[in-house]
């Protein structure tokens, strides 16, 4: 009587050898299964494995899966290798050129320490990170985005402030461009929103007709300061939490109602999202004073975005301010800041400004870009020169002799318009007589030189007949 054989066991997975009697592949687990006829098998049904594997080892490489790269931007190659030099951001990616070849800046130079650590401490509340995936995944930038009547800066589209905005993220070493807008909705206050791979900013109308050259790059710097050190999502959600979203609030008011998990932690989080918001803010300025390197600078900006008026500054006492500000209870003004602020007060962010300004490493920093900065910087708009009265094509003109002074020229007034002018002596010495035109009627008058009275001699002295130099005057009676 024929016996039947059960056919060999295999590794579906190709892994050999197979133990002896064993339902199970000793390297991956997997369940065996009938192995195919030789006929049918392939050389890529099985993988030799030597004996030596054991379960513990890794995975072959071709069994590891490997994830896939982002593609690289058609536009610059990625690293801007096809941009022109010229090019110093990519209009597809927003790969932003170094400041100059190996520039790199790391970001504790300018970080607030006291910025970390409350960062540190928001970290710790674990269910404030449901409230920012919240934000970012159901809200989204294109959501945040719409809701500001902004206008997208641009190599057309105010070109000088986009030159400016360029410089700034340049200096604070990002590797992408941010977008930048201007919002006639937000005035005197500035935004950074997004994520950390994607922010844009948003400038109020009043900063750009406030602050020019080297004041709107602390400004922008600022901003790109609060973007490099990774607050564009905290602040995000920091303004979503404050009510402080939207040209009126009106964000929050239906988003929190709309989120449930940021509702539940309205409460919980905003003094600890305040407190954080405001040692930021000491970041941002830090990061604008790297850019300028100017501290007097700096501090004028400052003032004058708290009183809202650059002219208005120029009227006010500085030194009297701040022993105003000194002389406030130091108690009440922390507790009024941490109440009723995500701003730090003036006065307390001018004392830590100045204490940045004596930091070695921040202003040896600064002070290595200043020449790249200078060099980068758009030039100044110069005024509008006087337009030029068209005249006929002639001759050319000789340049103007320089006015005569009165010490060597004499004022004659025209007899019919009245119209003064200066005649130099040189051109009347020696003359009986000479025609002068009015360059304002163009009457013709004719000068005469005027006899001079003789001064009275001195009892006793000899009398004698001085002849005096010509002196002109105006003939009453026009010539002509």
């Known amino acids: 009587m024929a016996t039947t054989t059960a056919p060999p066991l295999a590794c579906p997975q190709g892994h050999m050898p197979v133990a002896l009697g064993s339902l199970f592949c000793t390297f991956c687990g997997t369940r065996l299964v ?97 409230a920012v995936r919240t934000v970012s995944d159901k809200v989204g930038r294109p959501w945040i985005e719409s809701t500001f009547n902004g206008i997208l800066l641009g190599p057309k589209q105010f070109p000088d402030v986009w030159k400016q905005a360029i410089l700034a993220a340049r200096i604070l070493g990002l590797p992408k461009m941010p977008d930048v807008y201007i919002s006639g909705d937000s005035q005197w206050v500035t935004y950074t929103f997004g994520s950390d791979n994607s922010a844009f900013i948003v400038l109020g109308t009043a900063i750009l007709n406030n ?32 009510g402080d979203v939207g040209p009126h609030g009106m964000l929050s008011n239906g988003l929190l109602n709309a989120i449930s998990p940021m509702k539940l932690l309205e409460g919980a989080v905003e003094m600890p999202l305040m407190a954080w918001s ?18 007097a600078l700096a501090r004028r900006v400052l003032l004058a975005w708290s009183i809202k008026s650059s002219r208005l500054l120029k009227q006010v006492n500085i030194e009297e301010w701040m022993k105003q500000e000194e002389a406030s209870g130091a108690q009440m003004t922390r507790i009024s800041e941490m109440t009723t602020s995500a701003s730090m007060y003036t006065t307390r962010r001018l004392r830590l400004l100045g204490m940045a300004a004596r930091e070695p490493e921040l202003m040896r920093w600064s002070q290595s870009v200043q020449p790249a900065r200078k060099g980068l910087a758009p030039p100044p708009k110069l005024a509008p020169a006087a337009p030029v009265a068209a005249h006929a094509p002639g001759p050319p003109v000789a340049a103007p002799a320089p006015a005569p002074t009165p010490a060597d020229s004499i004022r004659v007034v025209c007899t019919k318009c009245q119209a003064a002018m200066r005649i130099p002596l040189a051109v009347l010495r020696g003359k009986t007589s000479m025609n002068v035109r009015c360059p304002q009627c163009q009457t013709v008058m004719t000068l005469r030189p005027k006899p001079a009275a003789p001064s009275p001699a001195p009892a006793g002295a000899e009398t004698k007949s001085v002849v005096p130099p010509a002196a002109p005057a105006a003939a009453q009676k026009p010539a002509g």
Request: glycine share 8%; with cysteine.
């Open 34 to 130: 009938a192995a195919l006829p030789p006929a049918q098998a392939t050389s890529a049904a099985f993988v030799p494995v030597p004996a030596t594997f054991v379960a513990s080892q890794p995975l072959p490489t071709s069994q590891v899966s490997v994830k896939s790269q982002p593609p690289v931007c058609k536009v610059c190659g990625g690293n801007g290798v096809n941009l022109g030099p010229a090019e110093n951001v990519c209009r597809e990616c927003g790969w932003l050129r170094p400041l100059f070849p190996g520039y790199q800046l790391d970001r504790s130079v300018f970080l607030w320490a006291q910025d970390g650590q409350a960062m540190t401490k928001l970290q710790q509340i674990s269910a404030l990170h449901s």
């Open 211 to 242: 602050f020019q050259g080297d004041e709107l790059l602390f400004v922008l710097a600022r901003e790109m300061g609060h973007c490099r050190a990774g607050h564009a999502l905290w602040k995000t959600v920091t303004r979503f939490l404050t």
């Open 278 to 295: 405001r040692q930021s803010d000491i970041t941002a300025d830090r990061a604008g004073l790297l850019a300028v390197g100017d501290e």
